[in-house]
């Protein structure tokens, strides 16, 4: 059973109340911030709104994670209120607080180099991808498949409950991520994961995002998946991999992504 809290517009005006004593105290244990409660099973499902309401028009790629975790929750709520008690309007409060946040860290040090690896920045005419990050920052969207925060039994959300089978979780991908593919109908869309390339499968003929568009196979860049990421980069030898690791998977992945952005003029 669901149980809806508020919308995404009056958590933004709460935000712009919230003393830092009370953002800290909201960010520990979300009230005027949970968008829904959901009783799954036997376990809470918590959706809570962070600042990643932001959508890019100019967007050329479109990077997408499954959804924030609590560390970019975290991140992306003290950067937005600290930008809109300096007076910063409510636009570039958004942009700069879902920049910020997006994808920081070694996880962003290996979406990078993945990323140029395959082509992406060549395409894109960057001499790297960590330029999306900076200079080049109107040519991205940072996303997720889950626009905002989820979380189970208070854990980060990595895709148990299936968000293609747990109504309230399709409704939030239908509803939100349907929203950027619409108005971002010609860039291309790198899932950040299997669970991630699944559900853009599902939704991009729903949106008229074609599957040439959606660039699936690469290894998600978290620190969990670094022997994949280093044979991908050609860093490790295949006969020092461990057995948790398919060689011959991966080369057919990275060999399709490439020939795809050979095809697709971006």
């Known amino acids: 059973m669901a149980h ?4 995404p517009d009056q958590c933004l ?10 953002l800290e105290h909201e960010i520990k244990h979300p009230r005027k911030l949970l ?11 918590d959706t809570v709104w962070a600042p990643f309401d932001y959508v890019n028009p100019k967007a050329r790629i479109v990077i997408v994670g499954i959804t924030p975790g609590q560390h970019q929750m975290e991140n992306a709520l003290r950067a937005c209120h600290t ?16 920049t910020f946040a997006s994808f920081s860290g070694p996880m962003r040090a290996n979406l ?14 960057l001499g790297s ?9 109107d040519l991205v969207q940072f996303t997720s498949a889950l626009r905002y925060p989820v979380f189970v039994d208070g854990k ?6 299936s968000m293609l089978r747990q109504s309230q979780l399709r409704g939030q991908l239908e509803r939100w991520m349907g929203e950027e593919m619409r108005t971002l109908p010609g860039a291309i869309y790198v899932p950040l994961g299997p ?6 499968a599902w939704l991009g003929p729903r949106v008229g995002v074609s599957d040439e568009q959606i660039l699936t196979g690469l290894p998600h860049s978290s620190g969990a998946n670094a022997e994949r990421i280093a044979y991908w980069l050609k860093r490790k030898a295949r006969e020092h991999l461990s057995a948790k690791t398919n060689p011959d998977k991966l080369d057919a992945a990275r060999n399709a992504l490439i020939a795809q952005l050979r095809k697709r003029e971006v």
């Open 4 to 7: 809806s809290i508020t919308t």
């Open 13 to 22: 005006q709460a935000l712009r109340t919230f003393s830092s004593q009370e």
């Open 35 to 45: 968008l829904e409660s959901i009783n799954h099973r036997d376990k809470r499902l």
């Open 83 to 98: 930008r809109l008690q300096t007076g910063a309007s409510t636009e570039q409060a958004l942009l700069e607080a879902k």
């Open 112 to 125: 990078v180099n993945l990323l140029d690896d395959i082509g992406v920045a060549y395409r894109l005419g």
């Open 129 to 137: 991808t960590a330029e999306l990050w900076e200079e080049a920052s």
């Open 156 to 161: 980060n959300y990595s895709g148990q409950p």
């Open 195 to 200: 669970k991630v390339g699944e559900a853009l």
